[in-house]
């Protein structure tokens, strides 16, 4: 059977690594045309899974890459518009794109960084949303909008008070654009991934206790290998996007791998 994703459109931002670049090979795999950007240039994609069973063959043809950076909405929009004229519309956007910012207690922190990290984890995801809910606005048929939050958006840690600000803010934004867009055929979620092993985590596996108290608990994910893959996640957004339910609650949590479950 030829997979409901083939031939589909996407688009994903912050895609140059870590999470973003793990599902463009995950999206890949499953027959998706891809619009790819980031503040670097995102490699090449290659599929983390043979292509589906009744799919075009993959090529360099099926995926536009860019620099891009998200924070700017008229760069965006330039964006999206190469995408549609590239593939005629986009059905799925996934405003990857995030900053962690500096590990440490508010008062310590320069007031620069905390603006960057809500530059772009907020500005830069209303552009995304604005842009997309605009191309759907502008064509037939529905779009699936996701904005990638985290448990971290409910939950406050010691030393992250921007990082979490700002995704609770990804989370509230969301829901407002649900409310907004439904009409137009525009569904929105946000949806926290679960712990992914990137250079993200990396930095907050290297903190020390004092700026972070909780980074044992993160240390000890890496240990026991307890993650959520990059394709575990993508799968879970093509089913939110293709698939036939239709979740009333835009917040969204991918459940943990099962032990046995999809690899990397």
Same mark, same amino acid.
Request: net charge negative.
């Given at each position: 059977?030829? @997979?409901?994703?083939?031939?589909?459109?996407?688009?994903? $931002?912050? &895609?140059? *690594?870590?999470?973003?670049?793990?599902?463009?090979?995950?999206?890949?795999?499953?027959?998706?045309?891809?619009?790819?950007? &980031?503040?670097?240039?995102?490699?090449?994609?290659?599929?983390?899974?043979? #292509?589906? &069973?009744?799919?075009? %063959?993959?090529?360099?043809?099926?995926?536009?890459?860019?620099?891009?950076?998200?924070?700017?909405?008229?760069?965006? $929009? *330039?964006? /999206?518009?190469?995408?549609?004229? +590239?593939?005629?519309?986009? %059905?799925?956007?996934?405003?990857?794109?995030?900053?962690?910012?500096?590990?440490? +207690?508010?008062?310590?922190?320069?007031?620069? /960084?905390?603006?960057?990290?809500?530059?772009?984890?907020?500005?830069?995801?209303?552009?995304?949303?604005?842009?997309? /809910? *605009?191309?759907?606005?502008?064509?037939?048929? !529905?779009?699936?909008?996701?904005?990638? @939050? #985290?448990?971290?958006?409910?939950?406050?840690?010691?030393?992250?008070?921007?990082?979490?600000?700002?995704?609770?803010?990804?989370?509230?934004?969301?829901?407002?654009?649900?409310?907004?867009?439904?009409?137009?055929?525009?569904?929105?979620? =946000?949806? /926290?991934?679960?712990?992914?092993? $990137?250079?993200?985590? =990396?930095?907050?596996?290297?903190?020390?206790?004092? @700026?972070?108290?909780?980074?044992?608990?993160? +240390?000890?994910?890496?240990?026991?290998?307890?993650?959520?893959? !990059?394709?575990?996640?993508?799968?879970?957004? *093509?089913?939110?996007?293709?698939? #036939?339910?239709?979740?009333? %609650?835009?917040?969204? +949590?991918?459940? &943990?791998?099962?032990?046995?479950?999809? =690899?990397?």
């Amino acid at each position: 059977m030829t @997979s409901p994703a083939t031939g589909r459109v996407a688009v994903i $931002t912050g &895609a140059s *690594r870590g999470l973003g670049a793990g599902l463009a090979a995950s999206m890949a795999g499953s027959g998706l045309r891809l619009g790819l950007c &980031a503040r670097h240039l995102p490699a090449v994609v290659t599929p983390t899974r043979p #292509t589906v &069973a009744g799919a075009h %063959d993959i090529t360099a043809e099926d995926h536009l890459r860019a620099v891009v950076d998200v924070t700017d909405a008229d760069e965006l $929009t *330039r964006f /999206a518009d190469a995408v549609v004229e +590239r593939f005629g519309r986009i %059905d799925l956007w996934v405003n990857n794109a995030g900053v962690l910012g500096p590990i440490g +207690r508010l008062v310590d922190l320069p007031a620069a /960084a905390v603006a960057e990290v809500v530059d772009v984890n907020v500005v830069g995801v209303l552009n995304g949303s604005a842009v997309f /809910a *605009r191309h759907v606005r502008s064509r037939p048929g !529905p779009g699936v909008l996701i904005n990638i @939050s #985290t448990g971290a958006a409910t939950k406050p840690y010691v030393g992250w008070a921007a990082y979490c600000a700002s995704k609770a803010a990804v989370d509230q934004l969301t829901r407002v654009v649900a409310l907004e867009e439904a009409a137009h055929g525009l569904a929105a979620y =946000a949806l /926290a991934p679960g712990v992914v092993d $990137t250079d993200m985590q =990396a930095a907050v596996r290297a903190s020390d206790e004092a @700026s972070f108290p909780e980074v044992e608990r993160f +240390r000890r994910i890496a240990v026991e290998h307890e993650f959520n893959s !990059p394709q575990w996640v993508g799968e879970y957004i *093509r089913a939110l996007a293709f698939g #036939t339910d239709h979740p009333s %609650d835009v917040v969204q +949590r991918v459940p &943990a791998q099962p032990v046995n479950g999809l =690899a990397g």
